[in-house]
């Protein structure tokens, strides 16, 4: 099992910014790539951002390309949302993701809330 904790949401005013972390623990070593999905209220939960365990492979959707960037610091089993230029749309449950390597089951964190708001 993998356990996965976030932090670092909160409340920002539109253009503002905010850095999410979410840390990993349990059997780390089946986890093969780490990302965010968000999740707003009435649509389904979409992925915001991922990145492989060795860094090589990143993806991002669409409309955070530009303002947001994933990373990790694999000795801390740690990855990072830094988010930028924040907009009202993103506002949203933040949910970090593991996926295992030899299953394919993904973890999830609890969640934390991003709102961006004036």
């Known amino acids: 099992q993998v356990q996965l904790v976030e932090s670092g949401g909160g409340l920002v005013q539109p253009g503002g910014s905010l850095r999410l972390s979410c840390a990993a623990s349990g059997r780390v070593f089946s986890i093969y790539s780490m990302g965010w999905y968000r999740q707003a209220p009435g649509k389904e939960r979409e992925l915001v951002a991922a990145i492989t365990n060795t860094g090589r492979d990143i993806n991002y959707a669409d409309s955070v390309k530009g303002r947001f960037t994933i990373s990790r610091d694999n000795a801390k089993n740690t990855v990072y949302l830094q988010m930028n230029s924040l907009r009202a749309e993103d506002a949203a449950m933040y949910y970090c993701?593991?996926?295992?390597?030899?299953?394919?089951?993904?973890?999830w964190g609890q969640g934390t809330q991003v709102t961006a708001a004036s």
């Open positions: 993701n593991a996926k295992n390597r030899f299953s394919g089951v993904n973890y």
